[in-house]
């Protein structure tokens, strides 16, 4: 259910970001542009890379270790998966508390024409990767239950 909820959030978000450049540009070719669509764009699109991150872990599309399936045996792979996950969550975790000291140091700095505080799209990273701590926890506990059951 959260899987469907985020993909169709990132889809929101995809075509929000589409039509608000497709508007900008048409009022910049009518000879008034919209002087904060820049800065809203690029909030927009900080949250869907994060978001679209998260999906593609959940889904297995990421960069993966495939040689090792076929180098060894199915238990060594096994446990060369694990230790892979463990260190994806050890680098992410490293990540998080530095994304979310960025997030409080940017909060009083005001982005462009829109004046949002810059905060709100390093606040995108904080929770991109709190999603894919989630996502890899959640793989780990599924690829330790499979190991056990065989």
Request: net charge positive.
């Amino acid at each position: 259910m959260l899987k469907r909820i985020e993909f169709a959030f990132g889809g929101t978000l995809l075509v929000t970001v589409v039509a608000l450049v497709a508007v900008a540009s048409v009022s910049r070719a009518m000879g008034s542009p919209i002087i904060w669509s820049v800065e809203m764009a690029q909030l927009i699109f900080a949250w869907l890379c994060m978001l679209a991150a998260d999906i593609a872990m959940q889904e297995d599309r990421h960069f993966g270790l495939e040689i090792i399936r076929e180098v060894l045996s199915p238990q060594a792979a096994d446990r060369i998966e694990i230790f892979n996950i463990l260190v994806i969550i050890g680098f992410l975790a490293f990540l998080l508390y530095y994304a979310w000291g960025n997030m409080i140091l940017m909060h009083p700095r005001l982005v462009g024409a829109a004046q949002i505080n810059a905060s709100y799209i390093h606040a995108s990273m904080v929770v991109g990767l709190l999603l894919m701590m989630r996502t890899m926890v959640s793989q780990l506990i599924r690829r330790i239950r499979r190991k056990g059951a065989n």
